[in-house]
């Protein structure tokens, strides 16, 4: 049967962090409340001028690296992200103009903190599918520059972080890899997290900029309640599609939101604090990147080894809510390409940039013709 299997992960965070300590200099805040309610010490946060795009580049360098790849080995690149490089292009074709990817499909998922959830089921259904050998999944969040830290924002401000996270799914015949996906949404819940203005029907203005508007807006303590319940309900029935139960897992890779939600997840899963990965007080919130920059500690951890069932499992805007339950089981395919595979991709990347160049040096010509 075929099936798709993890064979490389990378992450990648700015290197500039921020303290609770550094919060409490730009609003009244203070460590202590950020980790009670939270769980939160730091996150990093991209310089100006960065988008998610720049972030997703490195982490896709190093999971194409990491599977024993090269650019050219990939069929499709699927991007999720809540705060994309610009309103349009995606941020998938963002970055396929970044790296030397040829004209492969570039996908967006805009599923929020589920984003990285869903981009993996339907990576899965591209591969099972045939129409797909290999596939890059990545989570990308600049955060910071949707965010307002002042005072007025504090309640959201807080949360969140900037980072990316990737992984390359290939079709293979093993048993293991994806077993199932399992994915929900509620658009009756959407104003509990969202940003009101900014789109087609309220676009931005002075007044929306003025009252804040173009933020994240959240109504804390319901997206609180829903998350409790959304993540426990979601990985049991992503293990039922499976056939499998709570007893078969060894790891829980959760959305990284609070560390409270966490530990009430584990609690109604029967789990112990042990078998849930969390590595949130070092990043906040990253959301889509937040399970893929999790996977990949956790391998690197050594906290799955081959043959281990683990769940990701997440929750956000949307309402939406979704799991994906893998067997881990080509942890080492990675044959390193060769000194000249790697100069060859070297030149492709010089070719492409090039090429771009071209291209936009084109259309200026034939725009200049059309003008006469
Ligand atoms: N620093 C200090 N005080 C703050 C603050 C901050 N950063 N943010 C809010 N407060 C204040 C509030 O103004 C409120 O003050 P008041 O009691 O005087 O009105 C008080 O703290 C308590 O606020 P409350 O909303 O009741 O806190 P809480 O225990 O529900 O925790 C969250 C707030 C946001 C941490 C919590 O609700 C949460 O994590 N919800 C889920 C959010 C989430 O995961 N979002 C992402 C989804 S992908």
Redo the contacts with the bound molecule.
Sequence with gaps: MRRSTIIGTGFYVPPDVWTNDD?TKL????DE??QE??GIKQRHIAEDGIGCADLAKFAAEQAIADAGMTNQDIDMIIFATLNPDVFFPGSACILQSKMPFGTIPALDIRQ??TGFIYAVAIADRFIRTGWCDNILVIGAEVHSTGLDFTTRG??????FGDGAGALVLQANGADGGVLSSFLGADGSGGDL?CIPAGGSREPASHRTVAEGLHYLT?R??E??RF?VRAMPSATRQVLEQAGLTTADLKLVIP?Q??Q??IESSAKALGLPPETVFSNLEWYG?T?AASIPIALCEAVEQGRIQQDDLIVCVG???GLTWGATAIRWSVPLPAVMPSRWKKIWQKLRYRYAALRSLVLRFLRWLFALRIKE
């Design positions: 919060m609003m009244d805040t203070s409340w950020i309610r939270t929020q903190c504090r309640d959201v401000a807080v949360l997290l959240m804390g303590r997206v609180f998350a959305h939101a609070n409270r939600i919130n959301s929750f956000g805007a």
